[in-house]
Structures are given as C-alpha cells and as structure tokens.
C-alpha cells in the first residue's frame, strides 16, 4: 500500500515536471514574431545584416510576448499602438504615416488601439556576422 503511494506520488510529481518543462519556456521567454504570430508578421528580406519585416494590425488586434533586436520602424498608415512591456507597464504610441522611429531591442505585447487597420515595415539590425 505505502509503495503504491509513493508510485502514484512520483507519478504526479513527475507528469506536473514535464507540464511546466512545456509550458514555462514559451510564457516565460519572448520569442520571433514571425515564428509565434504569423498573422500580423511577415519576412519581407532577410540577409546576414538585416531583417525587413511587414507589419499588420487590424482595429483593436494585439500579438504575443516577442521581442525584436535594435530597428528602424516605417509607418505605411497612421497608428494608434499601445505596448505592453513584460514588467506590465504599458506605453502608448501615436504614428504617423511616412514616420520612421528607432526602436530599441526589447520585448513587448503591441495592440493596435485604433480603429483603422495598421502597417508598417520593420527593418531589424543584426549582429555582425
């Protein structure tokens, strides 16, 4: 009786182990847009310098935790985006079209909070090779 106890234990302690082993990496660590939201980010170019993404928001759509390295961003609309950061904060940003911004590498949650659909290129800078 006391070993089958001990059994049905480990066998609990071992399946919750391998549940958070699946679950923690993909809430804990951001990951590449264009690999955990594939609706709203597209590779445009990609070379050993540059990643040219496209960026597409419809009214009131927010994405995942990801994160991007340092990069130019290109407002192809107006853009009402509110940025939820990974301590909670949040930051609210309001573009215009034609407008380029750096970006500095970070994570974050985008929303689009306006009532239009937005779009926008996003050009990161990597390492050098």
């Known amino acids: 009786?006391?070993?089958?106890?001990?059994?049905?234990?480990?066998?609990i302690c071992l399946s919750t182990i391998?549940?958070?082993a699946f679950l923690v990496p993909t809430q804990a660590?951001?990951?590449?847009?264009t690999e955990v939201d594939t609706k709203h980010y597209k590779i445009e170019f990609e070379n050993d310098y540059v990643r040219?993404?496209?960026i597409t928001y419809g009214p009131n759509e927010n994405s995942v935790m990801h994160e991007h390295p340092n990069a130019?961003?290109?407002?192809l609309t107006d853009a009402n985006t509110e940025m939820t950061l990974p301590d909670g904060n949040k930051v609210m940003d309001?573009?215009?079209?034609?407008?380029a911004q750096w970006t500095p590498a970070g994570k974050h949650i985008p929303k689009n909070v306006g009532d239009e659909k937005m779009e926008a290129v996003l050009v990161e800078?990597?390492?050098k090779p």
């Open 52 to 54: 040219v993404l496209r």
């Open 1 to 11: 009786m006391r070993t089958q106890k001990l059994v049905i234990r480990f066998g």
């Open 125 to 127: 800078i990597k390492s």
């Open 18 to 20: 391998v549940l958070l």
């Open 72 to 75: 130019v961003v290109i407002m």
């Open 94 to 99: 309001l573009a215009k079209i034609g407008e």
């Open 29 to 33: 660590f951001a990951q590449d847009p």
